[in-house]
């Protein structure tokens, strides 16, 4: 038995209230409104989910300390513009070594940040949440069948795989089976992006489109998910998964969709502000479109459908003009080019690998390219077959490393690819990816200088060979630029 927080008495949060008190846990719901959680206690019923008696065991509190205090997981469970400043007053309530799980699905406005980046955000201001877990739990889960124990699954989603087994373990049932995902920000991706490809399989059944344009939408949407994770270093299995594809189509194809619903209206002609209102909660596709939009930006990823949507919701244009340019675009292939590469490249090596085929990855800058670079390279790759250089992009090294490269990435990307023991160059987009990265190129060996040592031994846990090498001593970009500057 678990205690458990909720913060967020909404349909979803009240669900899966009910489910982990009726698996046994001890659950405590807080709602920011004092009348609410006082009608719910009272009434055991919700509005959004009439059909449902809420167990007698949970207990529904305005009180941040009741929810949070003494609970080994907390749920944030409110919509996803509230979940900074929830996080924020729960700080002080939340017990450090805590599972913390988000359920909003959306991604931040201006900071362009997952929910669970967000709630990360918000604990660590206070330096005393270092040991809280934070795991993202989403899929194809529609509130009103969860809360009717109708067969469900979902994922559970975490870089620490054993956080992500604990929330499994706590959440699942007969009825709701519960995977884990190491790749938390693509599982966060698609709970954001697949809200959009729903209203505008709303607006298109609005418009009176059947459902060769529905399933157009869903496969072609699903497409732009993948394309956008990717870029931003996300696992591309993740978006043929339940996070994606399952939850994809359980939004864009069903009633119980707020997005879809409020979508149609927007196809049948009211104004976006009106469609919202009339749905009466909150669409989270609406607030997801700016950030969505602003990530394709900065990943220079094209994203047509979003981009129809921004244009109907956004700068207010009629939907059957965007359906009609969308429809009217230059021609194209399925199969770009990259992802045919790579599919390419793993069946080769899937081919090979029985014959013991070594694939090694390594990670790095590789700025002002010199032989100390060289020399790692050449001892990486000659612990294996085929060697794969996951390259530091511009924005990560100045986020993350606070370095500023001379050369940019595509400058630094083609000058590895030039060097004879290098065969794949990836980028680098943070500082988790080498899970996924691990087997998403089904890598037998990680390779680091031994300026690295230890930091990355948790790799070992996937069945990788982590290897630290002797660094070249006596040379370094900063030398060099040192060097130059005295010159
Ligand atoms: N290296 C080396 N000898 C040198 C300089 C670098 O062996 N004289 C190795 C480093 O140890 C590292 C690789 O070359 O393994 C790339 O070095 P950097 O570009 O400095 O990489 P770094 O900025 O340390 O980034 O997630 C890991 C980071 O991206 C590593």
Redesign the pocket.
């Known amino acids: 038995m678990s205690r458990v927080g909720i913060l967020g008495a909404g349909t979803w949060g009240t669900a899966l209230a009910r489910l982990l008190a009726n698996a046994g846990h001890d659950v405590t719901v807080w709602s920011s409104s004092p009348e609410r959680a006082a009608r719910l206690s009272a009434e055991r019923t919700h509005p959004g989910l009439p059909d449902t008696a809420i167990p007698a065991s949970i207990r529904f509190t305005s009180s941040l300390s009741d929810a949070c205090g003494g609970r080994e997981m907390i749920v944030f469970a409110v919509p996803s513009v509230r979940v900074r400043s929830t996080a924020a007053l729960a700080r002080a309530c939340i017990p450090d070594e805590s599972l913390v799980v988000s359920v909003a699905k959306g991604i931040e406005p201006g900071t362009l940040r997952t929910m669970t980046q967000v709630i990360g955000d918000e604990l660590s201001r206070d330096g005393a949440h270092g040991g809280v877990r934070l795991v993202a739990l989403s899929g194809p889960t529609h509130a009103e069948e969860v809360a009717r124990d109708l067969p469900t699954t979902i994922v559970a989603a975490c870089a620490d795989m054993t956080a992500a087994a604990a929330v499994q373990d706590i959440f699942m049932t007969d009825e709701f089976r519960v995977y884990t995902n190491f790749d938390v920000t693509g599982v966060e991706l698609c709970g954001a992006v697949k809200n959009i490809i729903a209203l505008a399989a709303g607006i298109a059944e609005g418009l009176g489109c059947g459902d060769n344009t529905k399933a157009a939408l869903i496969t072609r949407g699903m497409a732009e998910i993948t394309r956008l994770g990717t870029a931003m270093g996300c696992s591309a299995r993740t978006f043929s998964g339940l996070a994606g594809m399952g939850d994809l189509i359980v939004t864009a194809t069903s009633r119980h969709s707020r997005n879809n619903r409020c979508g149609l209206l927007i196809g049948r002609g009211m104004a976006p502000a009106d469609a919202v209102n009339a749905i009466g909660m909150v669409v989270e596709s609406m607030n997801a479109l700016p950030a969505v939009l602003a990530l394709a930006a900065r990943y220079k990823t094209d994203l047509p459908i979003v981009s129809a949507v921004g244009d109907i919701v956004l700068n207010g244009e009629a939907p059957a003009d965007v359906v009609r340019r969308l429809m009217g675009r230059s021609k194209t292939s399925e199969s770009t080019g990259s992802a045919l590469e790579l599919s390419y490249e793993n069946a080769i090596l899937e081919s090979k690998r029985g014959m013991g085929m070594k694939r090694v990855i390594?990670?790095?800058?590789?700025?002002l390219l010199?032989y100390?670079?060289i020399?790692?390279l050449r001892r990486a790759k000659a612990l294996g077959d085929y060697l794969v250089v996951?390259l530091?992009t511009d924005e990560?090294?100045w986020n993350e490393?606070r370095?500023k490269c001379y050369f940019t990435y595509e400058q630094r990307k083609s000058l590895l690819e030039s060097i004879r023991y290098v065969d794949l160059v990836i980028p680098?987009e943070n500082?988790e990816q080498?899970r996924t990265d691990a087997h998403e190129y089904h890598i037998d060996t990680f390779?680091?200088?031994?300026?690295?040592t230890g930091k990355?031994d948790f790799l070992r846990d996937e069945g990788v060979e982590v290897v630290y090498?002797?660094?070249?001593?006596?040379?370094?970009?900063t030398q060099i630029k040192q060097d130059l500057h005295q010159k």
């Open positions: 390594t990670y790095g800058t590789f700025d010199h100390g670079h020399n790692l996951a530091s990560f090294n490393k370095k680098e500082w080498k390779v680091m200088g031994d300026d690295w990355f090498l002797p660094r070249t001593p006596e040379i370094s970009t």
